[in-house]
């Protein structure tokens, strides 16, 4: 799941044009109708070749990038993988939507049907959701579509109660490990330590569960996760750990069983099973789901949609403020103190007045979206626009679209190469959140039972900003990169 830049194929604006300033996108009637450019290829050939392109020499953004380049538009025709041979029913054939204007189209239920298409084309074995087909894969026109979202936004809505003070407690451990490693060895690496920090949380704060109650889930269950997260996805991603060719011979060319984590996986159904209770009821009595129903959609909630995103976005953002010597940090510590006082005054209301805090999660979610690719059928012959032309799509065509170059769409975003902590603060950088695509759907857009909008859009927004502000109530300054932490300095 991850991220890089883009070359729009439209002008870009001067620098001092902001958005309110600009004439809006023309509406599809006064655009002109062209004939969609891309290619597949011959069968089998140019799907391989694509796939090639994809993983080895050029890599997902420069993939994309040169292709919008070649056709000058940013909807085309390509492949995208898995493919042959070892993916027969699999079908690579999509229309790439690289721009905000045709990628918003993807969250219009009225045009496209999200039927089993959350990885495109490609769904993992059920085994991985013991024969289950989770809420992820259903199209908002099933009818246990609703109950499954609902069930999910309840969940949410009553973890609410504990969500601050787990994720506190929680990040109290994970500091403390932190300084922990510094003092011992000059530089402490975070990435796991926080995994299984959000894990614990997680438990808390969705499943009602303390991890500790069952000593081998609290030390393994996140391992577990990673496990179980990377067999689903490993086919479609490039990972860039193993030298070439052996990654594209070895991680791309199967799909991989559910069997190799079947054993652990069911030490944690029986986990929430034996211990999640109260929710597992919420599910049962209150969204008519059966008790396997809801254990299997629990779990994914908190394990790809949760766990998976923020182990992805956390680091992004920890790493953008610790590598950061720009001054940001001396002004996101000034704007935390004066809005909290003493750390006890940390809580949802006060966090929503961080302006600052806020727009560095925005611009960060902005550069580095957690999941990149977002997919959708067309569910009838309609007509995409992007800002410079209208293209036919057809019913049951694959649209895809690569979300770290739609997030630098030229017509939308200033500068959009460039960071800028300052975005989404102040009247016109609240609009642009309009365009702030990273869940789903805009930001300023309401999940609901009717829509596949994450549930949780708006409380990770505000975890994220709980985060930021925890540590500048901890630390005066903190040193480091999206792997590391080198040094702190405790708050005075």
């Known amino acids: 799941m991850l991220l890089r830049t883009m070359a729009a194929t439209s002008p870009r604006p001067p620098p001092s044009t902001s958005l309110t300033s600009q004439q809006p996108p023309s509406p599809p009637s006064q655009l002109p109708l062209r004939t969609m450019p891309g290619s597949y290829g011959w069968p089998l050939v140019g799907p391989l070749s694509d796939r090639l392109d994809y993983f080895w020499f050029q890599g997902p953004d420069k993939f994309f990038r040169t292709r919008a380049e070649k056709y000058k538009s940013t909807v085309f025709r390509t492949n995208i993988p898995p493919t042959f041979p070892f993916f027969g029913n699999v079908n690579p054939n999509i229309v790439a939507v690289l721009d905000v204007k045709s990628f918003s189209h993807l969250f219009d239920m009225d045009l496209v049907d999200k039927r089993d298409v959350l990885i495109g084309d490609f769904r993992p074995s059920l085994g991985f959701y013991g024969g289950v087909r989770v809420g992820v894969y259903l199209d908002t ?10 069930f999910a936004m309840e969940t949410l809505k009553r973890s609410s109660k504990v969500w601050l003070q787990e994720l506190r407690s929680n990040l109290n451990i994970f500091w403390g490990t932190i300084e922990s490693e510094i003092s011992k060895n000059g530089a402490a690496s975070y990435i796991f330590p926080l995994q299984r920090c959000i894990f614990s949380f997680l438990c808390a704060s969705l499943a009602g569960v303390d991890a500790s109650v069952s000593p081998d889930i609290a030390e393994n269950g996140w391992k577990t996760i990673n496990t179980w997260l990377a067999l689903q996805v490993i086919p479609t991603a490039k990972l860039g750990v193993v030298p070439q060719p052996l990654e594209e011979i070895l991680l791309h060319t199967w799909p991989y069983p559910s069997l190799l984590i079947a054993g652990n996986y069911k030490k944690l159904y029986n986990f929430i099973d034996e211990n999640a ?5 919420l599910g049962q009595e209150e969204f008519g789901l059966t008790r396997d129903e809801a254990i299997q959609n629990l779990l994914f909630v908190l394990g790809f949609n949760a766990y998976g995103g923020f182990s992805v976005f956390l680091p992004s953002l920890i790493g953008r403020i610790t590598g950061d010597n720009s001054g940001l940090q001396e002004r996101i510590r000034t704007e935390v103190r004066r809005v909290c006082g003493s750390g006890s005054d940390l809580n949802f209301k006060t966090v929503n007045e961080m302006e600052l805090v806020k727009s ?26 992007s800002h410079d032309a209208v293209f036919e799509v057809k019913k049951g065509e694959l649209l895809c679209g690569y979300q770290p170059l739609v997030m630098r769409d030229a017509n939308v975003f200033d500068e959009p190469e460039e960071f800028k902590p300052d975005r989404y603060v102040g009247e016109t950088g609240s609009e642009l959140l309009n365009y702030l695509y990273w869940s789903n759907g805009p930001q300023t857009g309401t999940p609901s039972a009717s829509n596949k909008q994450c549930a949780a859009k708006d409380i990770v927004t505000l975890t994220a900003s709980l985060l930021v502000a925890d540590l500048f109530l901890r630390y005066d300054t903190i040193t480091g990169d999206s792997g590391s932490i080198k040094a702190v300095v405790k708050a005075k």
């Open 141 to 150: 026109t099933e009818p246990k579509h609703a109950k499954i979202k609902g």
């Open 277 to 281: 209770g109260d929710c597992l009821r």
């Open 360 to 385: 560095v999660v925005y611009e960060t979610l902005r550069f580095s979206p957690p999941v990149p690719l977002q997919f959708a059928r067309a569910r009838k012959d309609f007509q995409i626009s």
